[in-house]
């Protein structure tokens, strides 16, 4: 097995097909038996191409065995379907974009009946796959020494024990530790240039929405590499 981890996309559709080109040529100059994508989430909202990116991860999950985990800003788009007072976050943290992608056209502030009628247009313009593709996300994935969330995990609780809104949200606290996990974290989240690679966690959210760069760790067997999006 060879694990391909894949950092937010954040609505980069044109990185996220370049990034999957280079990691499929990287399959076929070094074969494995099985290849395993796992995309730490944050596929929606800021970048342009939100829709487009999910039909490409719907598209690439069934070719590929794949590994699609829940991102903060997938739990907001979903929940603002029923909960209306989550709106006007959402469109600040990026839903504008989403919205648009989708063919609903928003303000970045909306009152309480736009909001209504952005809800029923959101809902009236979301596939049925994309639907069954946010419902199925993932909090977590382990693989051997390796443990995935989108954001981190909360120090001093057992990565089986983890709550949802510590691997969607948590920053500080999981950034500052030096806490052995019991497992390499590799996660996302909190944008950096570079990737972060610490004995206890890797980050590697290289903020492709603004700096272009989408990044890929590698992990095969005891070697790590990256697979990112600059250059030709």
């Known amino acids: 097995m060879r694990l391909y981890a894949v950092g937010d996309i954040h609505g980069r559709l044109d990185l996220l097909e370049k990034l999957l080109l280079r990691t499929i040529a990287d399959i076929a100059a070094r074969p494995i038996v099985r290849p395993v994508f796992v995309f730490l989430g944050d596929y929606i909202d800021r970048g342009p191409s939100s829709r487009e990116t999910i039909d490409r991860l719907i598209e690439h999950g069934h070719q590929h065995e794949s590994v699609f985990l829940k991102g903060n ?7 603002c379907l029923s909960d209306r007072s989550l709106f006007d976050q959402w469109l600040r943290l990026g839903g504008h974009e989403t919205l648009v992608s989708y063919g609903v056209a928003a303000e970045i502030r909306v009152g309480v009946k736009q909001v209504v009628q952005l809800q029923a247009a959101f809902h009236s313009a979301m596939p049925q796959a994309h639907f069954r593709f946010f419902r199925d996300l993932r909090p977590s994935f382990a693989c051997g020494d390796f443990f995935f969330a989108h954001a981190g995990v909360k ?16 920053r500080e606290e999981f950034l500052s530790s030096t806490d052995d996990f019991g497992k390499i974290v590799v996660h996302g989240h909190t944008p950096i240039n570079e990737i972060e690679a610490r004995p206890n966690r890797i980050n590697i959210d290289t903020g492709a929405y603004v700096s272009g760069r989408l990044t890929c760790l590698v992990i095969d067997n005891n070697s790590l590499s990256v697979i990112d999006t600059l250059g030709p």
């Not at 800003?73 to 929940?79: F, P, Q, S, V, Y």
């Open 73 to 79: 800003h997938e739990l907001i788009a979903i929940k």
């Open 155 to 170: 120090p001093a609780i057992e990565l089986s024990r983890q709550k949802e809104s510590d691997l969607l949200w948590i």
